[in-house]
Nanobody
Framework: QVQLVESGGGLVQPGGSLRLSCSASGSIFSIYARGWYRQAPGKQRELVAS???????NYADSVKGRFTISRDNANNTVSLQMDSLKPEDTAVYYC?????????????WGQGTQVTVSS
């Protein structure tokens, strides 16, 4: 099993910044990707940013140029730096870790952290 613990959410004014972190423990091998998803009220969960084991990154169009995903392999941590936040970024943010091995795929999720952008 894999345990993911998120931190760093909160309330911020439009234009402000927040940094989310996700620490992984447990069976953290055969990792394919780590990422952040978000879910706003009444909407489906969507990918915000991901980083593959090889280092390539992917961002939702709505956050490109504002959010940056990074990882610290020594501490099994992935972070999401969020700048120039907008009210539409308000959502519960979930950390994800995906393992792949011999055609099988496992997805693990954190408990979620609330990000609220409001004046």
């Amino acid at each position: 099993q894999v345990q993911l613990v998120e931190s760093g959410g909160g309330l911020v004014q439009p234009g402000g910044s927040l940094r989310l972190s996700c620490s992984a423990s447990g069976s953290i091998f055969s990792i394919y990707a780590r990422g952040w998803y978000r879910q706003a009220p009444g909407k489906q969960r969507e990918l915000v940013a991901s980083i593959l084991t090889g280092g390539s990154t992917n961002y939702a169009d709505s956050v490109k140029g504002r959010f940056t995903i990074s990882r610290d392999n020594a501490n099994n941590t992935v972070s999401l730096q969020m700048d120039s936040l907008k009210p539409e970024d308000t959502a519960v943010y979930y950390c994800n870790l995906q393992r792949r091995l011999r055609g099988a795929v496992w997805d693990y999720w954190g408990q979620g952290t609330q990000v609220t952008v409001s004046s």
